[in-house]
């Protein structure tokens, strides 16, 4: 993974409201199929599982699967009942953890 | 009702001439490209000597969902090598201990209308200098580093982010610094001039069948205001060298070195072509 991933989301919101959430990050996606110039097969790394809490509790979760392209694009609504914190986290085969985290201020 | 009448028609222009057929599907889209509230100049009058009327960017020739990720800066894939250029910048390397910044401090300013007028002319070299070769001759020259190896990501990336600071500004060349007008005219001939096994030139595509389709794809006018370009065919961002390396690959043809005279040559008439089209670095195609 080269960049921090991406998330777009509103600063503020009114409480019930619904806001939409865009999610983007930077990953090869290796599916395990392809073979290399030596006829070897490249092992498969892809990021198996997207979730995203909001204040600890989880909104949306993902089990990703090879037919993903790489550079995993998510994009979903969700409610914001009160001021909080949206954490992403995205799990990679090799078992690296990639996270980020935004704050939504509810009026 | 839609499905009727384009069923009827395609039916009618099967009964016609397939050419017909093909015209009609792959026309550049009739459309407008606003990046980040920055309105793109994607359709303007050529200048004065070209082949054409009205200069199209490849953008318009893509799929509506295509052109939807171009439009929106977040949802680009090809922003993340112009980040991974930003962070470059201040990446110190070499023997001088000194990196980007230490001389452009301020790239969003310093670099603003870089990428929209290379190549221009390299007196030192006696050749054309576009933005790939200028990284390196800085790194050589200023940083006591070792220039990049062609298509090396960090290349690339630097090259997106210089380029994106011009985002929106016409391609403009000043052809009259040293002898770049000779070069201009040895890239004309090379653009014209067939090769390769299936005996193609660049114009047999881009001139005369740009709107067409070649197989399933839409030639385009073979623009190249938007390079690097992010292509979702590769899933990373391709060069423009790459690109003109794939180009006569495809004709069958022994594929010139990146850099070489022959494809600065045609680098600076390909630019020119593009004349008054905005810098979309880093565009998003197939």
Known sequence: ?107 | MTKKVILAASVLALFSSPVMLTKATADPADATLTIDGKEMTVKTAAPEGHPFDTLYSGWLYREPETRALEEDSFENPGMFGVEQGAELWSVVEGTAGKSCESCHAEPEVDMKGVGASFPKWDADAKRPINIELQIDKCREENMGAEPYKFDAAEQKALTAFIKHQSLGMPVKLDLSQGELQTWWDRGKELYYTRTGQLNLSCSNCHEDHNGQMIRADHLSQGQVNGFPTYRLKQSKLISLHNRFRGCVRDTRAEIPKAFSDDLMALETYVTWRGTGLSVETPAVRQ
Do not use: C
């Open chain 1, 1 to 107: 993974m080269a960049s921090k991933p991406r998330v777009k989301l509103p600063k503020s919101a009114s409480a019930g409201e619904i806001i939409t959430i865009k999610t983007l990050i930077s990953h090869e996606m290796e599916s395990g199929q392809r073979k290399d110039k030596n006829g070897e097969v490249i092992p498969r790394q892809i990021i198996n599982k997207f979730t995203v809490t909001f204040n600890d509790k989880t909104v949306f979760e993902a089990d990703i699967e090879p037919a993903i392209s790489s550079n995993p694009y998510f994009e979903f609504a969700v409610k914001v009942p009160e001021s909080g914190t949206f954490k992403f986290t995205w799990v990679d085969d090799d078992g690296s953890v990639y996270e980020t985290e935004e704050a939504i201020e509810v009026a």
